[in-house]
């Protein structure tokens, strides 16, 4: 079993106020399907990798305010996929108060879409 190894750097990444979600993905890649693990949505590419994710309750999951979320300075998401899970972690970085303060957040589910073993990271900077 091999492990296939994927970075790529989100295109178009956007934070709405209004609905508390962020988003960021790369036009690279062909939509294919979605896949929710707790508020976390990974927008699945026709060959199977992650093209995007959307962050649901943007600000809450990172304990900060919407004021804050809108000045990102960079996120990176970092998916490990096994045949049994899938995992994700991302890291955000904000500027408050002229420092850079970062916090993480993880959800994780059954791998039941059998997406292929791997690691694969999307970052974004403002």
């Not at 609905?19 to 707790?38: G, Q």
């Amino acid at each position: 079993m091999s492990k296939a190894r994927i970075e790529r750097k989100g295109d178009v990444a956007d934070y709405d106020i209004e609905n508390d979600s962020f988003f960021t993905y790369t036009r690279e890649l062909k939509y294919k399907s979605s896949i929710d693990i707790d508020g976390i949505v990974l927008d699945i590419a026709e060959d199977n990798s992650i093209m995007g994710i959307e962050i649901l309750d943007f600000s809450n999951r990172f304990g900060i305010s919407k004021y804050d979320a809108q000045h990102y300075k960079s996120l990176a998401a970092e998916v490990t996929i096994t045949e049994q899970t899938i995992v994700v972690e991302i890291t955000l970085s904000v500027l408050k108060r002229n420092a850079e303060l970062s916090r993480i957040t993880e959800a994780s589910a059954i791998n039941s879409t059998n997406l292929p073993v791997g690691s694969e990271s999307l970052a974004v900077t403002a």
